[in-house]
Structure formats: structure tokens, C-alpha cells
């Protein structure tokens, strides 16, 4: 009789095990639900002066092509640049600017110019000291053209050689830019 319960115990055991094992994961849900960005807003400002310019896709990926403004800057002028993040497609807007700032260090803002566009320089950084990138600065230089590519990358690897190709991307635009009086 005793090896007959000494079955009994082990196959429910057993099959208790297999239940727990193979239970769905019910808590698989992300924690952080990704954001609608649908406006990348840019701030330049040059002590009172302030420029702002917007790319906006308000439908999102697909469907409409974004409204990108084209960006005049003066020559031979330090600028300080912040860069925002929104969600359009709710009445009101809803600025996610703060959210990437309290996630900093799971968040890059890469920032690439081109032609007569420095990069920007002088990140902010997150908490843990690696560079954040919604506020920096530049100085134009002579006149001329050029673009300012904004990424927002999730997850980067900010310790790598290359942290703007690592991550995931949030979003991307690409501004064209003059530089003329």
C-alpha cells in the first residue's frame, strides 16, 4: 500500500508542476506602453532671441507624409537648442518631454547635422552621467545649407562605440537647414 501512495503522491506532484510550468505568463504586459510621438519640436535660442521649428506627422507612421519646417538659423551665431517631444493626435497636446527626462537613462537624442551645420555639442546627461541629449548647443558658422537629424532612441547601448545605432528608434526626422542673415 505504501508504494501505491508513494505513486499517488509523486503523479500529483508531478502534474501539479506541469499545471504551475506551463501556466500562461499573465504578467507579460510591458511596463512602459511606447508613446505616439507625433511632433519633434526644436528650440533655438540666442539670448532673447527664440526660434522654433516643428516636424509633425500626426497620423503617425504611414498615411499622411509629415510637415517638416525648414530651419533658418544667422551666421556665426552660438545657439542653445532644446529639443521636445509631443503627442499631437490628443486634444489637448501632451508634451512627452518630461517622460524621456525621467527615463534619461534608458533614452539618447541623437542629433547629426550636415553641410554648413555643426553638430551640436554639450549634451545634458541623465542620471547616470551619459549624455542625454534635449538640450545642447551649436554655433553656426558662414552661410550655407545643410540638415539636423533628431532621433529619439530607446534602450541605447550609451557605452558603446556607436550608441546612436544600438537601441531601438522612437522616432526620426530630418530637418533641412539654411544658414543666411
Not at 506602453?33 to 519633434?40: A, D
Not at 558603446?160 to 537647414?177: I, K, L, N, R, W
Amino acid at each position: 500500500m505504501t508504494n501505491r501512495n508513494s505513486f499517488f503522491q509523486w503523479a500529483i506532484l508531478g502534474t501539479l508542476l506541469l499545471t504551475v510550468a506551463c501556466e500562461k505568463d499573465k504578467d507579460n504586459t510591458p511596463n512602459n506602453e511606447q508613446e505616439l510621438i507625433t511632433t519633434v519640436r526644436l528650440r533655438f535660442t540666442n539670448g532673447s532671441n527664440t526660434l522654433v521649428f516643428n516636424a509633425r506627422d500626426t497620423d503617425g507612421d504611414g498615411g499622411l507624409a509629415p510637415v517638416i519646417d525648414p530651419i533658418r538659423l544667422a551666421p556665426n551665431t552660438p545657439y542653445n537648442l532644446e529639443v521636445s517631444f509631443w503627442d499631437e493626435s490628443k486634444t489637448p497636446a501632451v508634451e512627452l518631454t518630461a517622460e524621456v527626462r525621467n527615463e534619461g537613462t534608458d533614452h539618447l537624442i541623437c542629433l547629426t547635422a550636415s553641410g554648413a551645420l555643426p553638430d551640436p555639442i554639450n549634451p545634458d546627461k541623465d542620471a547616470n552621467g551619459k549624455p542625454l541629449g534635449l538640450n545642447s548647443q551649436l554655433t553656426t558658422a558662414a552661410t550655407g545649407n545643410g540638415t539636423l537629424k533628431v532621433i529619439l532612441k530607446h534602450l541605447p547601448n550609451k557605452a558603446a562605440t556607436a550608441p546612436c545605432s544600438t537601441g531601438e528608434t522612437d522616432v526620426e526626422t530630418t530637418f533641412q537647414v539654411t544658414i543666411a542673415n
